[in-house]
């Protein structure tokens, strides 16, 4: 899973509104609204950390909280591979939160689920021209049982996923369905 790919879920299912997305030479800043309190909120993808552990130190930190403070953010989020100890106690001081490969945000299945139902109207609209009002409507999936759509495949995965309440993989199809998003979106504006 993409750390860029995490900080979009996290954007997603907090409800988090992206008004702009700047790479520079160590990753990715989310600049977002929360629409719920009107907090500026700064999810910073660190992909090329300084340090060669490949773990983000308390300079990566105290560089984001400087950024939070020139540019007025509520709120922050700094997401890496890993992260030092002593980067992990600096953020628990300053109140951003980490995200790392061994430490992501817990989400509700119900959440997640009802993201992903969002997220495949919006793309069978997309792809279609029109949201199915029952499963017969969808042309996705044949009657012997085969996909010819990604989008109802991982609509069907969902399903069958938030039955048996398996976050995990509710939040897998929640991320493919945010790639096909993005590179629908890059498609369109011609990237």
Same mark, same amino acid.
């Given at each position: 899973m993409s750390l860029e $790919? %995490? *900080? %979009? $879920?996290i954007m997603a299912v907090r409800g988090y509104e992206c008004e702009e997305r700047t790479r520079w030479d160590? &990753? #990715?800043?989310? *600049? *977002? @609204?929360?629409?719920r309190s009107d907090d /500026?909120? @700064? $999810?910073?993808? #660190?992909? %090329?950390?300084?340090? /060669?552990?490949? *773990?983000? &130190? =308390?300079?990566g930190v105290r560089k984001m909280c400087e950024t939070m403070k020139h540019e007025h953010y509520d709120k922050g989020v700094l997401i890496s591979k890993r992260f030092t100890e002593s980067a992990r106690k600096e953020m628990s001081q300053k109140s951003i939160q980490s995200v790392s490969v061994n430490h992501t945000p817990r989400f509700k299945p119900d959440k997640l689920y009802l993201k992903i139902r969002n997220? =495949?109207?919006d793309l069978c609209k997309a792809k279609c021209g029109r949201i199915p009002e029952k499963k017969s409507d969808c042309e996705g999936k044949d009657s012997d049982g085969n996909y010819s759509c990604k989008i109802r495949l991982i609509s069907d995965n969902a399903s069958f996923h938030f039955e048996r309440g398996w976050t995990n993989f509710l939040k897998r199809d929640l991320m493919r369905l945010l790639a096909i998003s993005n590179s629908l979106n890059d498609q369109n504006n011609g990237d």
């Amino acid at each position: 899973m993409s750390l860029e $790919l %995490e *900080a %979009e $879920l996290i954007m997603a299912v907090r409800g988090y509104e992206c008004e702009e997305r700047t790479r520079w030479d160590e &990753g #990715i800043d989310f *600049a *977002a @609204l929360d629409a719920r309190s009107d907090d /500026k909120v @700064l $999810l910073r993808v #660190i992909t %090329e950390p300084e340090t /060669k552990s490949e *773990a983000v &130190g =308390v300079d990566g930190v105290r560089k984001m909280c400087e950024t939070m403070k020139h540019e007025h953010y509520d709120k922050g989020v700094l997401i890496s591979k890993r992260f030092t100890e002593s980067a992990r106690k600096e953020m628990s001081q300053k109140s951003i939160q980490s995200v790392s490969v061994n430490h992501t945000p817990r989400f509700k299945p119900d959440k997640l689920y009802l993201k992903i139902r969002n997220y =495949v109207d919006d793309l069978c609209k997309a792809k279609c021209g029109r949201i199915p009002e029952k499963k017969s409507d969808c042309e996705g999936k044949d009657s012997d049982g085969n996909y010819s759509c990604k989008i109802r495949l991982i609509s069907d995965n969902a399903s069958f996923h938030f039955e048996r309440g398996w976050t995990n993989f509710l939040k897998r199809d929640l991320m493919r369905l945010l790639a096909i998003s993005n590179s629908l979106n890059d498609q369109n504006n011609g990237d």
